[in-house]
């Protein structure tokens, strides 16, 4: 199982470049070329959405981006570093986890900022470009965790 980890500073800026290898990577580990764009688009979205946050809550501690082969499955994980509330729930996937960040929306709306809908907007699209997702947070803060199936390299041979 290889494992690819980037970390880099919250700045726009490297997004392109975290999709870029998230690109590179997933198509060295066989993912298929024609869900290539979704990859890229996926990790565009958390990284810009690790971003923002980072920003908004002034964590100095860099985006975190896993890319990890598997047999099977080929995983990214993109951490934001950034302390989660204590009133937040477990790992949730798909629609319960839109329904917790529109919660966390809501509290930042309360607390003057806006950026609430973006966070959900973001989220929104991921779950839309990705089958198997997980949103929840690990020792270090938020945690989207996505994955893609990796074709069998038997089937090339054909």
Do not use: Y
């Not at 800026?13 to 580990?29: E, K, N």
């Amino acid at each position: 199982m290889a494992t690819v980890e980037l970390r880099f500073s919250a700045l726009p800026a490297h997004v392109r470049t975290a999709r870029l290898v998230a690109a590179a990577v997933a198509r060295q580990a066989g993912v298929d070329e024609s869900v290539l764009d979704e990859v890229r688009l996926a990790v565009g979205e958390a990284c810009s959405r690790a971003v923002g946050l980072h920003v908004r809550s002034g964590v100095s501690h860099p985006v975190r981006v896993k890319l990890i082969q598997q047999e099977k499955r080929f995983l990214i994980e993109v951490g934001d570093g950034v302390p989660t509330p204590a009133t937040s729930h477990a790992d949730s996937s798909g629609v319960d986890a839109l329904a917790l960040a529109a919660e966390a929306g809501a509290g930042n709306q309360a607390n003057g900022g806006d950026h609430g809908s973006d966070d959900t907007m973001g989220l929104a699209v991921i779950s839309g470009l990705v089958d198997d997702l997980v949103i929840g947070h690990d020792d270090d803060g938020g945690l989207i965790r996505m994955s893609w199936p990796v074709a069998d390299p038997a089937d090339h041979l054909g």
